[in-house]
């Protein structure tokens, strides 16, 4: 049973405009969330994270938002840039469980 | 932050055989991870590498398949035993300054078994 779900296995959007990945989590124990960045080739890289105590983290273009009720976050990119192509995970975390979600390819067009 | 380094980057095996894979930080780290992504998956935690004793092992990967061995804290070797080509993956590792919260990966050694 996957704990941690990314519905959207690839999103497509335009240069400048935003993009929302989504990422939907089962067990409501989870209290930290992170987001990782992976090109081809390469492992992947710390983007942002959330604590369960907050509902939104900002840094520079990206935003997360945490809704605990819903048990879901999703990640604003805001304007995508064509250097953010790549697959994004989901990550949650509590105590020593930490799992990944399956990963959204995102793909910005110029 | 810390840079990690993975070798081999890939390698092509038979069936049967073993394969280890090294992971070498640039500083010294409390924990080290190993993770394997089969195709089209997500990363999935193999176990946990403490240094100085025996490694950590998640639920469905045994010690036996995936011996892990944490000489020191910038250094740890994961070996894949007696492939098969259900093995055939990327494996990487990662450090972890504070736990799980802030892990930097390698990148990736990619396993293919034939």
């Known amino acids: 049973d996957q704990q941690v779900k990314q519905n959207s296995p690839s999103l497509s959007v335009q240069e400048g405009r935003i993009s929302i990945l989504n990422c939907d989590y089962t067990n409501s124990m989870f209290d930290y969330f992170l987001w990782y960045k992976k090109y081809p080739a390469e492992g992947p890289t710390f983007l942002i994270s959330?604590?369960?105590?907050?509902d939104k983290n900002e840094d520079g273009r990206f935003t997360v938002f945490l809704n605990k009720s819903a048990k879901h976050l999703s990640l604003h990119i805001v304007p995508s840039q064509p250097g953010d192509s790549a697959v994004y995970f989901c990550?949650?975390?509590?105590?020593?469980?930490?799992?990944f979600g399956p990963g959204t390819r995102l793909s910005v067009l110029p | 932050s810390a840079v990690i380094s993975q070798k081999p980057s890939r390698d092509i095996c038979q069936r049967g055989t073993s394969l280890t894979i090294q992971c070498q930080v640039d500083?010294?780290?409390?924990?080290m991870f190993w993770y394997r992504q089969q195709p089209g998956q997500s990363l999935t935690l193999i176990a946990t590498?403490?240094?100085?004793?025996?490694?950590?092992?998640e639920s469905g990967f045994v010690i036996d398949k995936f011996p892990i061995s944490r000489p020191n804290l910038t250094f740890s070797t994961l070996t894949v035993s007696n492939m098969s080509p259900e093995d055939s993956s990327i494996y990487l590792c990662s450090a972890g300054l504070t736990g799980y919260s802030e892990q930097y990966f390698g990148p990736g050694t990619r396993l293919t078994v034939t």
């Open positions: 500083s010294q780290v409390t924990m």
């Open positions: 590498a403490n240094q100085g004793s025996e490694a950590t092992y």
């Open positions: 959330i604590s369960s105590i907050k």
């Open positions: 990550a949650a975390l509590y105590g020593q469980n930490f799992v």
